[in-house]
């Protein structure tokens, strides 16, 4: 072997062992590119995360508000017809509203907010006119314990017809309009 053969051979095993090396630095250069990567698009991911819970918060606070708001829009218009109208009201029950059943019929209704067939009817009061003579008082099932054991009631939507000292005249379910309430009066 001549000594021009032995440098090329030397040259050749040195570019394959430069080459070697740097092919090893770039396959870890690059898998630390990739993993930066992934860190930088999983914390994007976080954030897009966070900013659409903060958001969806924000959109729950903003319609909790609105209803509170027309909780209490209700609550005044209510309020207010009882004190203005004697003809017919449908309100939330108070014990000081029993005394319109010397000018007509008074009919305590246990509503839950949970319960379909109590939304329904609920719905259905509000959206036509009280009869006249009827008081209609919304008392909430899940709040009034003292109420249903002195009426005996053990299940929501239950209408109880009561005189002007609070006793029971009559006591039924499944009214979901002002007719099907006054067909059960006595």
Request: hydrophobic share 35%; glycine share 8%; charged share 25%.
């Amino acid at each position: 072997m001549n000594k021009n053969t032995g440098i090329v051979i030397g040259v050749i095993v040195l570019l394959v062992i430069i080459g070697g090396v740097y092919a090893s630095m770039n396959k870890r250069g690059g898998v630390v590119i990739e993993k930066e990567k992934m860190e930088q698009k999983a914390m994007e991911d976080q954030k897009m995360a966070e900013e659409k819970m903060m958001m969806e918060k924000k959109a729950m606070e903003e319609k909790n508000a609105m209803m509170k708001k027309d909780d209490g829009a209700m609550m005044k218009k209510e309020e207010s017809s009882v004190m203005m109208s004697v003809n017919g009201s449908y309100t939330n029950y108070d014990q000081s509203r029993l005394i319109n059943a010397e000018k007509g019929d008074v009919v305590l209704f246990f509503h839950a907010s949970w319960c379909p067939k109590c939304v329904t009817s609920d719905k259905n009061f509000k959206a036509t006119t009280t009869p006249d003579g009827l008081t209609l008082l919304k008392v909430d099932f899940d709040n009034s314990t003292a109420l249903r054991q002195k009426y005996g009631v053990t299940l929501q939507h239950t209408f109880v017809q009561v005189d002007k000292g609070g006793d029971l005249i009559k006591k039924w379910n499944g009214s979901y309009t002002y007719n099907d309430l006054k067909a059960q009066i006595n």
